[in-house]
T-cell receptor
Framework: DAGVIQSPRHEVTEMGQEVTLRCKPI?????LFWYRQTMMRGLELLIY????????DSGMPEDRFSAKMPNASFSTLKIQPSEPRDSAVYFC????????????FGDGTRLSIL | AQTVTQSQPEMSVQEAETVTLSCTYD???????LFWYKQPPSRQMILVIR??????QNATENRFSVNFQKAAKSFSLKISDSQLGDAAMYFC?????????????FGTGTKLQVIP
């Protein structure tokens, strides 16, 4: 079975550029989560979706960050404009809502903003 | 709000020995799940073990076992016969069991070093 698929695996870009991270959840999973991991702040939940609808976006740092889930098999996290402090590893995870299973994580995107 | 605390930023263990990683949590819920995830240098987040709060029996997965103390809100992970491949960050996590509510709260992690 394919797991959660994230792309790109690495992204290096200059400050001010737009960055788009992509995620394909596991088929049949209807809850999707975006996390950010840094040394300073650990693993932070940015936003999560249930049935393509954003349920909790209280972790989104500021208006420069936006996330969409246009359908059950695809989500994006966009940063515009990007700043050096956005450098982190961004994880996507998915789960079937109501199940007793744990979240399944993608391999993450390492983002470096120069 | 739920919180998860891992009070040991770093731990070390001799290969083949046993080590216990601590985790405490705070919640007013009675029905929830607890998890331990492993994150090796490859940065994948790998589920190690999970525990349902309504089950009194401690979960075990091969060399990994937990000591779940519900009243004390404690959920420690014991790794027996430690191997070099166990070296990683370990995260304790909590999720309440409430219909469609799926938000997970993670601890800050414990970095485990395995000494050959």
């Amino acid at each position: 079975d394919a797991g959660v698929i994230q792309s790109p695996r690495h992204e290096v870009t200059e400050m001010g550029q737009e960055v788009t991270l992509r995620c394909k959840p596991i088929s049949g999973h209807n809850s999707l989560f975006w996390y950010r991991q840094t040394m300073m702040r650990g693993l932070e939940l940015l936003i999560y979706f249930n049935n393509n609808v954003p349920i909790d976006d209280s972790g989104m740092p500021e208006d420069r960050f936006s996330a969409k889930m246009p359908n059950a098999s695809f989500s994006t996290l966009k940063i515009q404009p990007s700043e050096p402090r956005d450098s982190a590893v961004y994880f996507c995870a998915s789960i079937k809502a109501g199940s007793n299973q744990p979240q399944h994580f993608g391999d993450g995107t390492r983002l470096s903003i120069l | 709000a739920q919180t998860v605390t891992q009070s040991q930023p770093e731990m070390s263990v001799q290969e083949a020995e046993t080590v216990t990683l601590s985790c405490t949590y705070d919640t007013s819920e009675s029905d929830y799940y607890l998890f331990w995830y492993k994150q090796p240098p490859s940065r994948q987040m790998i589920l190690v073990i999970r525990q349902e709060a309504y089950k009194q029996q401690n979960a075990t997965e091969n060399r990994f076992s937990v000591n779940f103390q519900k009243a004390a809100k404690s959920f420690s992970l014991k790794i027996s016969d430690s191997q070099l491949g166990d070296a990683a960050m370990y995260f304790c996590a909590y999720r309440r069991n409430s219909g469609g509510y799926q938000k997970v709260t993670f601890g800050t992690g414990t970095k485990l070093q395995v000494i050959p």
